[in-house]
């Protein structure tokens, strides 16, 4: 179903993203070692994930980094080498040679307890001998491993060097990729180094996937099927009104089209409804980063009132929180921008999500 809320796992259900899922095939295929599936939140980069994994039918893991960072408060790396393995042993057919095969050969790790897809250490896991270990497997059966990080820029957050692991896996480990998504974008990229000299990663290259938002008209086409697969009628104007609140970001559009199609609110109800329940999402996306500072509030407000120009904004935010130095404002700026929550164009700065700018002008 289209207007499902959770990401998608079937082709099926996915609008409009052949040429992506094309690329990504395209990239293992060449035996690429790293890439990345970027755009801001909601623009379809889980589902867009997911569906490239099921249908690579290749050995994989898929690590769902920010909700293991919330649970841990950081990502240690028992936690990661737990998932990595229970998601891997789990993408094999239960009970299929394969399998087997991959952990008896995951057996000799010292330390290691495996019980079904259930993983357990006795001793702090070496996540880089374990890397090792599924490459030996993986090479030993001609095969590609793909090890796929979900909002991958929460692994910045931890007392543990990740990049320089990626970094020992993509120089060492041939058999290995790592695919990596993010939705902050910029942070993804700083944690990555790949254009910084300083960086394990510096110089290696990265297949990068951009997710764009839907064209108007693709919106309304998507909508419209939609609501055909629901056998639900519901008129071209309503659905050109969705879209200009909605815009093409398939996450709003598919949450509509389920609170109007599957929920069956009238037009009215199943926009405030869904303003409700983006005002608690966007809330909670940015709780950590306004218990940083309150200002980078106010700043999206600024901007989502109209102010475009560094010193419009910085005007604004002058006015509402007291005086601020020109250097500590444009860093607030330049981090929002690398949260995904501003865009910096030739007019000056912008919300990409027209949901989220509603929400923060409030
Ligand atoms: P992201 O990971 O970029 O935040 P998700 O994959 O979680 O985005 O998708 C957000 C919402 O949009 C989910 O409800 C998902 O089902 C829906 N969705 C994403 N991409 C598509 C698509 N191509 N076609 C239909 N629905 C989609
Ligand atoms: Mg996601």
């Known amino acids: 179903m289209l207007f499902d809320l959770q990401p998608k796992t079937r082709r099926e259900d ?13 990239a ?44 841990h408060g950081s990502i240690p790396q ?89 970094a020992y896996a993509v120089d060492n480990l041939p058999a290995l990729t790592f695919v990596l998504t993010g939705s902050e974008v910029g942070m993804l990229h700083d944690f990555l180094g790949l254009d910084n000299p300083k960086k394990p990663l510096f110089g290696r290259y990265a297949r990068e996937i951009t997710l764009e938002r839907f064209s108007r008209e693709q919106s309304i086409d998507f909508l419209e099927r939609g609501f055909r697969e629901l056998g639900i009628d519901v008129s071209p ?14 996450g709003w559009l598919s949450m509509y089209g389920y609170l109007r199609g599957v929920r069956k609110l009238p037009e009215k109800d199943a926009l405030n409804e869904l303003f409700h329940r983006a005002e608690a999402l966007v809330k909670e996306e940015l709780s950590s980063l306004l218990s940083y500072s309150r200002r980078y509030g106010l700043i999206l407000k600024a901007v989502a009132m109209g102010n475009e120009t560094w010193s419009e904004i910085k005007e604004y935010l002058e006015f509402k929180a007291g005086r601020i130095n020109d250097a500590k404002f444009s860093l607030l700026l330049k981090n929002l921008v690398k949260y995904g929550y501003l865009d910096k164009g030739a007019r000056g700065y912008s919300i990409p999500d027209p949901v989220v700018a509603e929400v923060v002008k409030k």
Do not use: C
């Open 78 to 166: 028992e936690m990661l080498a737990k998932r990595i393995l229970g998601s891997l042993i789990s993408s094999l057919p239960p009970s299929g040679k394969l399998r087997l095969g991959m952990i008896e050969a995951l057996s000799s790790i010292k330390g290691l307890r495996l019980s079904g897809v259930h993983v357990e250490f006795e001793k702090k896991p070496d996540l880089a001998e374990i890397l090792e270990r599924i490459n030996s497997w993986a090479e030993s059966e001609e095969k590609r491993v793909v090890i796929a990080f979900d909002e991958a820029q929460y692994l910045r957050l931890s007392g543990v060097q990740y990049d320089g692991l990626i």
């Open 237 to 250: 104007p309503e659905l050109e009104r969705a879209v200009d609140r909605l815009d093409g970001i398939v």
């Open 14 to 26: 996915l609008y409009d993203r052949e040429e992506k899922l094309r690329e990504f095939e395209d």
């Open 28 to 71: 293992l295929h060449l035996g690429e070692k790293l890439v990345l599936i970027l755009g801001i939140r909601r623009l379809g980069k889980s589902s867009l994930l997911n569906v490239a994994l099921s249908e690579s039918n290749l050995p994989h893991a898929k690590i769902d980094v920010r909700s293991l960072y919330f649970t």
